[in-house]
């Protein structure tokens, strides 16, 4: 149980390294798994396609 854990750790802080997280891997190792997810999930909603940051938005457009 314990190596999955610490791969699941690596694979977040790895993901969190290619989005560029205003960490540095140092600050990464010392959190836990649950804090790299919450990071994790942050990043997710900041990327995500369909977020108000990405998403399309029709303006101007008539309704027939």
């Given amino acids: 149980m314990r190596k999955c854990v610490e791969e699941r750790r690596k694979e ?5 390294m290619i989005h560029t997280v205003n960490k540095t891997v140092e600050q990464l190792m010392k ?3 649950k804090e790299l997810e919450t990071e994790y999930k942050k990043v997710q ?3 995500h396609p369909h977020s108000d ?3 399309i938005h029709w303006v101007h457009t008539k309704r027939h």
């Fill in 45 to 47: 909603n900041d990327c």
């Fill in 53 to 55: 940051a990405g998403s």
């Fill in 31 to 33: 959190l836990t798994l």
């Fill in 12 to 16: 977040l802080i790895y993901k969190l």
